[in-house]
C-alpha cells in the first residue's frame, strides 16, 4: 500500500517549512532512512530522511512553503495508485516562488484600479465560518509587522488577503516622512536582498527578546591562570580538538549554573523554567546569518569532552549540516566575539532564554597587584538577564562565581 509522505513538525513552534530540493527524482528507489529532500526551516537547512521503503511514486508539492502534516510526496510499489489530494490554492499547500510572484503581481494589478471604488464595493475577506481569508505569506507578513487582518480589504479571488494588501495597509498605517527621491546613478547601484528565512527568524527573535526586561552586569576577569590551565590541556589534548578559552570559559559557567539555577532558566510567560543540567549555546557566525548549537550538559563534560563537542558541532554548522537537534534545548547562550578584537559588549537576549554571557577579548593591561603596577591579561565579561526571571543579585552572585572559577580553575572541579 503507498504511502504518503507528510511534511514533519521537526521542532517545537514549526508550522511550516520549504522544500528546497528533493534529492530523489519521480520513479527511483527509495530505502527508509535515506536523505530524500532537502528542508528550509526558521533556523535551519537539512536534510530530511524517509519514511517508507519503495519507489517515489510522486512528488506533491517540488519546491516553496507547506504546512506542517501536509502530503508533500507518495512512496510505494511499482504501479501503484499516486492519488493526492492536493488543495486547490497552491499557496495553502506550498506553491514554488512563482505562485508568490503571481500572488503578488495580481495584488498589484489590483491596487492599480481606482480605490474609491474599491472602498464602496469592499468585500469582507471572510470564509463562512468566520475565518480571515488569506494567503500564508499575507498572513506571515501581517505577524511581523503587526497588522490585523480583519482590517484589511482583500484584492485577491472573493476576497481574498494577499501578501500586497497586508503591504499597502503597513504602508497607510506609516508616518508619512519626506523622503529624497533616488538618482537613477544610485538606484543602479542599490543592491537588494530578499531576507532568507534565518534572517527573518533572527529578526522576530530578536524583536521578541527587544521586548523583554533586561539588565546587563560587568565584570573583569584576570585571566592569568586560566591561560596557563588552557596552554597545558592543549600540551595533553593529543590528537583531539585543541581546548580554547571559549571551552574552558563553557566549563566554568556550567560550574555556576549549577550553583545558581535560577539563570539557567527558560522565561515562559506564565512560568519559569528552572533546569537541572547546564545545555550551553554557542554562538556561531555563519554566511548567511547566526546559529547557536547546543552543547548538552556541560556539567558532566570534561574541557577536553567539550572541545571536541564544540568543533564538531561548530564544523558543521559552517558546512550547513546542523540538524534540528543541534539547536534544540539550551539552558543558556555565550557570545565571545573576543577573536575579532572586541574588549566588550553587550549581547542580546536568545528567548527563552534567561540570560546570555557577551565574552570579549584577552587584553594585557596595567593595574595594582598589592601596591605595584603590573601587566595582566584582563578579560571582560558582559551578563545580560531578564529580570522578569531573574533578579540582579543572583545575576551578581552568578557572574562573580564565574570571576572566581576563572582566576582559579581548581574552584570549579
Request: aromatic fraction near 2%.
Amino acid at each position: 500500500m503507498a504511502t504518503e509522505i507528510k511534511l514533519p513538525r521537526l521542532g517545537q513552534g514549526m508550522e511550516s517549512g520549504t522544500i528546497v530540493k528533493w534529492l530523489k527524482s519521480e520513479g527511483d528507489q527509495v530505502e527508509k532512512g535515506e536523505p530524500l529532500y532537502e528542508l528550509d526551516t526558521d533556523k535551519v537547512t537539512q536534510e530530511v530522511e524517509a519514511d517508507a521503503s519503495g519507489v517515489l511514486l510522486k512528488i506533491a508539492v517540488q519546491q516553496g512553503e507547506v504546512q506542517v502534516g501536509k502530503t508533500i510526496a507518495v512512496i510505494g510499489e511499482q504501479g501503484e495508485s499516486t492519488a493526492v489530494e492536493v488543495d486547490e490554492d497552491p499557496q495553502e499547500e506550498g506553491s514554488p516562488a512563482r505562485a508568490r510572484e503571481d500572488e503578488r503581481e495580481r495584488g498589484r494589478a489590483a491596487s492599480q484600479s481606482d480605490m474609491s471604488e474599491q472602498v464602496t464595493q469592499i468585500r469582507e475577506p471572510s470564509s463562512g465560518n468566520g475565518r480571515i481569508k488569506a494567503s500564508p505569506l499575507a498572513r506571515r507578513i501581517a505577524r511581523e509587522r503587526g497588522i490585523d487582518l480583519s482590517g484589511v480589504v482583500g484584492t485577491g479571488p472573493e476576497g481574498r488577503v494577499v501578501a500586497e494588501d497586508v503591504e499597502r495597509a503597513a504602508a497607510t498605517d506609516a508616518p508619512a516622512l519626506p523622503v529624497a527621491a533616488p538618482t537613477a546613478a544610485a538606484a543602479a547601484d542599490v543592491e537588494v536582498e530578499q531576507l532568507s528565512s534565518m534572517r527573518k527568524t533572527i529578526a522576530r527573535r530578536l524583536t521578541e527578546a527587544w521586548q523583554a526586561p533586561v539588565f546587563q552586569l560587568g565584570i573583569t576577569v584576570d585571566m592569568g591562570r586560566a591561560l596557563e590551565v588552557r596552554g597545558r590541556l592543549v600540551d595533553l589534548h593529543g590528537d583531539g580538538a585543541k581546548p580554547t578559552v571559549s571551552d574552558l570559559l563553557t566549563k566554568v559557567c556550567a560550574m555556576a549554573l549549577m550553583r545558581h539555577r535560577a539563570v539557567n532558566a527558560l522565561y515562559k510567560g506564565e512560568a519559569i523554567e528552572l533546569h537541572p543540567t547546564a545545555n550551553i549555546g554557542i554562538a556561531v557566525a555563519i554566511p548567511n546569518g547566526l546559529v547557536v548549537p547546543v552543547i548538552q550538559g556541560c556539567e558532566r563534560k570534561t574541557i577536553a569532552e567539550i572541545a571536541a563537542a564544540r568543533a564538531e558541532v561548530v564544523d558543521r554548522a559552517r558546512a550547513g549540516k546542523l540538524q534540528q537537534g543541534d539547536l534544540d534545548g539550551g539552558t543558556f547562550t555565550i557570545s565571545n566575539l573576543g577573536m575579532f578584537g572586541i574588549e566588550r559588549f553587550v549581547a542580546v537576549l536568545n528567548p527563552p532564554q534567561a540570560a546570555i554571557l557577551a565574552v570579549g577579548s584577552t587584553e594585557e593591561k596595567p593595574v595594582v597587584v598589592d601596591g605595584q603596577v603590573v601587566v595582566r591579561p584582563r578579560m571582560e565579561l558582559t551578563l545580560t538577564c531578564d529580570h522578569r526571571a531573574i533578579d540582579g543579585a543572583t545575576g551578581a552572585q552568578f557572574l562573580g562565581d564565574v570571576k572566581a572559577f576563572l582566576e582559579e580553575p581548581g574552584l570549579a572541579l
